[in-house]
């Protein structure tokens, strides 16, 4: 059935990364979601995004203050390694330069973007994807990051604050994966689930399931091989 669903792109035994599996498997869900809308409502149906969430991109202009905003769609977010999530998402959110872009008034290249919740409202759910691996151009290789990133925290959004700069809602992780291994051509996926109403942690080793306290979110085992996680409201 992976097979057939991916035209046969996971046939081999090669390694391959659960970032990119996720993303073809969504797509591949979108699009059977839109065939099945367009059989139902007609040609003329538009398309729908029923999973992943949405971010407003803001564009300001340092010069002639042009400032503008686009809905932008993700599946996932790529986050470098940090100690915590929540200085992982900060980090995120605060304003970059647009390299390579001009104003569309001014033509200045001195435009920066920042990301924000659309029309205030949190996501429910955020997918993020550790930059657990990095490739060494010097010796054509990649290899592992396996610094400690806390994921038991209370995650503030750093998308929507009051207007005395508190966040309006509040994340826990609730779901991830974590890869094993000490290298990016080796190693296995394990894949855990810990419901925030409940104390408890599941963790999913192909057909072993064991369940733990979620203080195991603590433990060197999560905290340096964590590579997705889901936080949720």
């Avoid at 010097?138 to 994921?151: D, G, M, P």
């Avoid at 995650?155 to 994340?171: C, H, K, M, R, V």
């Avoid at 963790?203 to 999560?222: G, I, M, P, Q, W």
Wanted: proline share 6%.
């Amino acid at each position: 059935a992976t097979n057939q669903l991916f035209g046969g792109f996971f046939a081999d035994n090669q390694q391959h990364d659960a970032d990119e599996f996720v993303a073809r498997l969504v797509g591949a869900l979108e699009d059977e979601a839109n065939r099945g809308r367009r059989s139902l409502l007609g040609s003329s149906a538009g398309t729908v995004l029923p999973f992943g969430f949405r971010l407003l991109r803001h564009q300001l202009c340092s010069s002639c203050t042009l400032h503008t905003t686009k809905p932008v769609h993700f599946h996932t977010i790529s986050l470098p390694v940090q100690p915590s999530l929540t200085q992982a998402l900060a980090a995120f959110q605060q304003p970059e330069p647009m390299v390579g872009f001009r104003c569309e008034r001014c033509s200045c290249p001195n435009t920066t973007s920042a990301w924000y919740g659309q029309a205030g409202v949190p996501p429910p759910e955020i997918l993020i994807t550790q930059k657990r691996f990095d490739f060494d151009h010097a010796s054509q290789t990649s290899h592992k990051i396996s610094e400690s990133c806390r994921l038991a925290d209370v995650i503030p959004s750093p998308f929507e604050q009051t207007s005395d700069g508190l966040p309006t809602a509040e994340y826990m992780v609730d779901a991830g994966m974590v890869h094993i291994g000490n290298t990016a051509s080796s190693g296995h996926y394990l894949a855990f689930q810990s419901p925030i109403q409940s104390n408890s942690l599941h963790v999913f080793d192909d057909e072993t399931v064991k369940c733990y306290d979620r203080n195991a979110l603590s433990s060197e085992a999560c905290t340096r091989n964590s590579y997705m996680v889901r936080l949720k409201l």
